[in-house]
Antibody, heavy 123, light 107 residues
Framework: QVQLVESGGGVVQPGGSLRLSCAAS????????MHWVRQAPGKGLEWVAF????????YYADSVKGRFTISRDNSKNTLYLQMNSLRAEDTAVYYC????????????????WGQGTLVTVSS | DIQLTQSPSFLSASVGDRVTITCRAS??????LAWYQQKPGKAPKLLIY???TLQSGVPSRFSGSGSGTEFTLTISSLQPEDFATYYC?????????FGQGTRLEIK
């Protein structure tokens, strides 16, 4: 069965950096696009970034463009989110999510989600 | 960016009720809309995509309809496990956007 397990969350000061990881299993990771989606405490869902199955294309929300970088290591079945210049408004649970479209573009959809990892930006 | 507006934001209903949630898009998105259910402390779960296609394993009491700018999610007979927050999401283009959510609570 598909499993996505995020890690790397924690408390960081404004302006700091953090790298999130998402370990995938139960499917052919190298064939699917992957997303990061976040949810601020008590708020709704916000899409953050997408990476194509082979890493060749990446898309970002305007709110994180230039500060966050999505990447993947298909040999390790792992997705990453490097977060720099963190702000208080980046405080959220970060979910990795699988896109159902394989070996091509994005379906712009999330068919499996991890349990999330909490990032708190505070001094 | 495509804005999605859900109504109502809060809904109180009883077990066995039929409920409908509406999602309006700021521009036409054909049938490129999905619905998710989220329970407290849990990740969202995909219910419906392409406006009306039920995700595998989702009970048939859930249904979706609509196209263009207006969409609905209907639960035909509420069960205790359906009390949750529901989000719509557009699949038309990046950036992917969500509605603000509809919280469904027990009356």
């Amino acid at each position: 069965q598909v499993q996505l397990v995020e890690s790397g969350g924690g408390v960081v000061q404004p302006g700091g950096s953090l790298r999130l990881s998402c370990a995938a299993s139960g499917f052919t990771f190298s064939s699917y696009g992957m997303h990061w989606v976040r949810q601020a405490p008590g708020k709704g869902l916000e899409w953050v970034a997408f990476i194509r199955y082979d890493g060749s294309n990446k898309y970002y929300a305007d709110s994180v463009k230039g500060r966050f970088t999505i990447s993947r290591d298909n040999s390790k079945n792992t997705l990453y989110l490097q977060m720099n210049s963190l702000r208080a408004e980046d405080t959220a649970v970060y979910y990795c999510a699988k896109d159902p479209c394989s070996s091509g573009g994005s379906c712009y959809l999330f068919d499996y989600w991890g349990q999330g990892t909490l990032v708190t930006v505070s001094s | 960016d495509i804005q999605l507006t859900q109504s109502p934001s809060f809904l109180s209903a009883s077990v066995g009720d039929r409920v409908t949630i509406t999602c309006r898009a700021s521009q036409g998105i054909s049938s490129y809309l999905a619905w998710y259910q989220q329970k407290p402390g849990k990740a969202p779960k995909l219910l419906i995509y392409a406006a009306s296609t039920l995700q595998s394993g989702v009970p048939s009491r859930f249904s979706g309809s609509g196209s263009g700018t207006e969409f609905t999610l209907t639960i035909s007979s509420l069960q205790p496990e359906d009390f949750a927050t529901y989000y719509c999401q557009q699949l038309n283009s990046y950036p992917i956007t969500f509605g603000q959510g509809t919280r469904l609570e027990i009356k």
